[in-house]
Antibody, heavy 119, light 110 residues
Framework: QVQLQESGPGLVKPSGTLSLTCSVSGDSIISTDWWTWVRQSPGKGLEWIGEIYHSGATNYNPSLKSRVTISVDKSNNQFSLKVSSVTAADTAVYYC????????????WGQGVLVSVSS | QSALTQPASVSGSPGQSITISCTGTSSDVGGYNYVSWYQQHPGKAPKLMIYDVTNRPSGVSIRFSGSKSGNTASLTISGLQAEDEADYYCSSYTSSGTRVFGGGTQLTVL
């Protein structure tokens, strides 16, 4: 059974960079699947951030593309998210996930981690 | 990309059936059979309930079913149970190669 666990600072200062890591167990990051990040602002809906394939190919939400980088660390079976120039609007629970075989859905989700942007 | 349109809330009594709609465009919902649905209980991570419009993952109750007509997808829950009370989100692949979620629907079991 695939398990995903997000980790990273719970508090980031405005204008700083948010950095999170997703550790994958029960599966290999170099399997033939995509890996994704989704966030949820307090009391709001889900927002797709982007996804990465083990080759390094990425797709990003156009509204976040200029500030987001997703990367993969094959040696540690992890993938990461960086969001630069953060503001209070980036305060959210961030989820990592494994995309299903047709590439269109999130099959497995991490438990999520709350990141607050505040001075 | 604009979020898919879902009703903010729906309700039903135990044993009844309800349907949640998810409206997009020909560039997302209408253009591909790549609509998925997620259930989210308060404080929990979303859970996949339906993928590729009509498919149910292993372990998901047969009371949950999905369909699509034109630019609108639907999630139907039959035989409503108290444990079905949650938020539900749809998602679709888009012509830009990205993904988009709906705004979410709060289901209340009366």
């Amino acid at each position: 059974q695939v398990q995903l666990q997000e980790s990273g600072p719970g508090l980031v200062k405005p204008s700083g960079t948010l950095s999170l890591t997703c550790s994958v167990s029960g599966d290999s990051i170099i399997s033939t699947d995509w890996w994704t990040w989704v966030r949820q602002s307090p009391g709001k809906g889900l927002e797709w951030i982007g996804e990465i394939y083990h080759s390094g190919a990425t797709n990003y939400n156009p509204s976040l593309k200029s500030r987001v980088t997703i990367s993969v660390d094959k040696s540690n079976n992890q993938f990461s998210l960086k969001v630069s120039s953060v503001t209070a609007a980036d305060t959210a629970v961030y989820y990592c996930g494994k995309v299903g075989t047709t590439g269109s859905y999130v099959e497995h989700w991490g438990q999520g981690v709350l990141v607050s942007v505040s001075s | 990309q604009s979020a898919l349109t879902q009703p903010a809330s729906v309700s039903g009594s135990p044993g009844q059936s309800i349907t949640i709609s998810c409206t997009g465009t020909s560039s997302d919902v209408g253009g591909y059979n790549y609509v998925s649905w997620y259930q989210q209980h308060p404080g929990k991570a979303p859970k996949l309930m339906i993928y590729d419009v009509t498919n149910r993952p292993s372990g998901v109750s047969i009371r949950f079913s999905g369909s699509k007509s034109g630019n609108t997808a639907s999630l139907t829950i039959s035989g409503l149970q108290a444990e079905d009370e949650a938020d539900y989100y749809c998602s679709s692949y888009t012509s830009s190669g990205t993904r988009v979620f709906g705004g979410g629907t709060q289901l209340t079991v009366l």
